[in-house]
T-cell receptor
């Protein structure tokens, strides 16, 4: 089954404790990205990657890091989480860049930072 | 950057009634996407529109993109409880590297 998977689905952590949210897709997609969703603000892009070893900042990259060592994986790293990073996070993938392609979303990771 | 405004913010309809959700952009839309989200879950792709005047339907849901490509509407005919959720419109800014999303419309269907 074609899908985007994220782990963990739920995470409660404390300020300053490094964490990683994994994202994996099995569709051989070139393009992957991370969004966060907050009430009243909709989804905002954090980082995106056009291919292996190619990443770039989205609209809200502060406090986050990403890496793209393999085509299928695009982990999101929070080196020192803070309470304002409490949010619902989505990973997405697409066959390529361009507005002709649907973006497939993962199930989401709900992160709470206390 | 592009902003997408959705209206209404929330909607409660009686089962069987029709409804319309609007998505308006400050700029020309290059690829307009409609997604549905159940609370706290992932986004389910509904439809994608690209051409001015384009209209697509899937089951009881119809989406249109106006000729100027700055406004889209999502129409649900004879709503059912299964239609309840959050509807999000997203648009490509023209560079193809991300989608900009509206804040979403919460739909509740009373049976």
């Amino acid at each position: 089954e074609a899908q985007v998977t994220q782990n963990p689905r739920y995470l409660i952590t404390v300020t300053g404790k490094k964490l990683t949210v994994t994202c994996s897709q099995n569709m051989n997609h070139e393009y992957m990205s991370w969004y966060r969703q907050d009430p009243g603000l909709g989804l905002r892009q954090i980082y995106y990657s056009m291919n292996v070893e190619v990443t770039d900042k989205g609209d809200v990259p502060e406090g986050y890091k990403v890496s793209r060592k393999e085509k299928r994986n695009f982990p999101l790293i929070l080196e020192s989480p803070s309470p304002n990073q409490t949010s619902l996070y989505f990973c997405a993938s697409s066959p390529s860049l361009g507005h002709s392609y649907e973006q497939y979303f993962g199930p989401g990771t709900r992160l709470t930072v206390t | 950057s592009q902003e997408l405004e959705q209206s209404p913010q929330s909607l409660i309809v009686q089962e069987g009634k029709n409804l319309t959700i609007n998505c308006t952009s400050s700029k020309t839309l290059y690829g307009l996407y409609w997604y549905k989200q159940k609370y706290g879950e992932g986004l389910i792709f509904l439809m994608m529109l690209q051409k001015g005047g384009e209209e697509k339907s899937h089951e009881k849901i119809t989406a249109k993109l106006d000729e100027k490509k700055q406004q889209s509407s999502l129409h649900i005919t004879a709503s059912q409880p299964s239609h309840a959720g959050i509807y999000l419109c997203g648009a490509d800014e023209g560079y193809g590297n991300k989608l900009v999303f509206g804040a979403g419309t919460i739909l509740r269907v009373k049976s």
